[in-house]
């Protein structure tokens, strides 16, 4: 299986449909009549297809065991077809897609095997997704182009004695959301110094700066004293969820001094300074975080 560690819980859902087809009224009236021998054809199938969403990861090798937290299965009868409509949903880190289809299938398969007494010509086709929602396809992208800085503070890495890992880490992220980095810096830990970059990106309307470095507690680590007073809105949910997200892998992550806010239009970000720290921090705000420009342009055009 793929690894989804990395991935964030949220809601989603998915519909799919497989059609089964009669060759006489017949039948139809038979299933709506309920004397098939075999028994209530609509309700017998309908309890296989929930037995089988439960049970898709058992059965499709790539699939992860989820906590499917709901299951409902509609019927719609059109002349000698039956459309089956499935849907699943949950809150995980990956999409139900296959459990919707592999439930409508198999509520398809009952009702062949419990028709086939009676009707020897019963098809099924037509098996399809019909809609999905959650995860990332549910992220929009921008309606203008970003822009960004990525600015590593480290006294080690300014003076060569070190490779940045981190800063490069986040300028990939970044690229392959389609923000544009405008500058890719390595500064010391020094207070004016990060603070000179922020202003400079402010008053160049840049759209975020992300600085990786300096969130520690050696005496050294003084990115979050130097941006806390130039924020003029705080954003505590995103530091928040960065230590939400890395506690789940390392309990390191409660030592983190990440903060986030608003100068002006401006994000400004402190992440932690390791590779693995900058890392799972991205993984963890984006592309959601990217939601707080289309709020800012909104806001602009009231």
Do not use: W
């Not at 405008?182 to 700066?209: F, G, N």
């Amino acid at each position: 299986m793929i690894d989804i560690t990395h991935k964030h819980s949220t809601l989603r859902e998915a519909t799919a449909q497989a059609v089964v087809k009669v060759s006489k009224q017949e039948t139809i009236d038979a299933i709506v009549n309920k004397e098939v021998p075999k028994g209530d054809v609509l309700e017998m199938a309908k309890v296989a297809g929930l037995f089988a969403v439960k049970k898709t990861s058992d059965v499709i090798p790539d699939c992860h065991p989820l906590p499917v937290e709901q299951t409902s299965v509609a019927y719609e009868i059109d002349g000698l077809e039956v459309k089956i409509m499935l849907t699943a949903k949950t809150i995980y880190k990956t999409g139900v897609e296959v459990e919707a289809m592999h439930g409508a299938s198999v509520v398809a398969l009952t009702m062949y095997d419990m028709l086939k007494p009676i009707d020897k010509q019963v098809e099924i086709g037509n098996i399809k997704l019909l809609k999905k929602r959650g995860g990332k396809s549910d992220f929009s992208k921008n309606t203008k182009e970003l822009k960004a800085a990525v600015v590593v503070c480290s006294d080690s890495i300014s003076a060569g004695k070190k490779e940045d890992r981190a800063g490069k880490v986040i300028v990939e992220k970044l690229e392959k959301l389609g923000v544009q980095v405008i500058e890719y810096a390595i500064i010391p830990d020094e207070l004016e110094a990060i603070q000179q970059k922020a202003m400079t990106h402010v008053d160049q309307s840049t759209d975020m700066v992300i600085y990786t470095g300096g969130t520690g507690l050696s005496p050294r680590d003084v990115t979050p004293e130097a941006l806390k007073p130039l924020i003029e809105r705080e954003i505590p949910g995103v530091s928040e969820y960065i230590r939400h997200y890395g506690q789940d892998r390392t309990p390191y992550s409660m030592l983190s001094r990440s903060v986030a806010g608003l100068r002006e239009e401006t994000l400004l970000l402190a992440l932690p300074g390791s590779t693995n720290g900058a890392k799972e921090s991205m993984e963890a705000l984006f592309p959601s975080l990217l939601h707080l420009f289309r709020v800012i342009e909104g806001a602009r055009h009231n």
